[in-house]
């Protein structure tokens, strides 16, 4: 891969996407058409130098997911036109065929490097690039219920969810 210096805006990454700047569309469409093959759950890892375009390949990808999404599911509905004109002109993502249909959420883990709670803000992204309404209280009782399935997953092994209930319900009272 070329190594060039281009901040992943969005304006960016269809700009390349378009003109095909930093040779990336094959490998994109590559990518792509190995996650498509995947049939269950799987963790990838992209791993290079500082510097490489890590961020610009995943954008890339969560651009092309987008574009592709909006074609399947909105039948070209609120593409934008610099979407659109990206994409005609690369007939390598553009023509893309993948079986299936994907939500890409792309998590900018340095937003959140100070957070108390990563898991907790990686999951609140989830839920808002999902679109949908989500009711986030959680009616009496079943807080219990979440405990006694998380202390049978036993994440932490020096004490169990349902303690940590405990604990936190002496704080709050």
Known sequence: MKKYILEATDENVLYTIEHDQISRS?????FLELIDMVDDNAFISIDAAW?????FFVRQIEM??????KKVFQNNKDISEQELKAFQANALLED????????P???DAWLYDNHADVLMALLMVAIK??????????ASGKIEKIA????SIQFLKSDNWSNL???HKKRIY
């Open 96 to 103: 893309l065929k993948l079986q299936h249909t994907y939500l």
């Open 148 to 151: 006694s399935v998380m202390d």
């Open 105 to 107: 959420i792309y998590f």
């Open 165 to 167: 209930l405990e604990k």
């Open 51 to 55: 510097g490489d375009g890590k961020t």
């Open 64 to 69: 092309t997911m987008k574009y592709h999404n």
């Open 26 to 30: 094959s490998d994109v469409k590559d």
């Open 129 to 138: 690039k999902s679109g949908k309404p989500i009711d986030t209280t959680i």
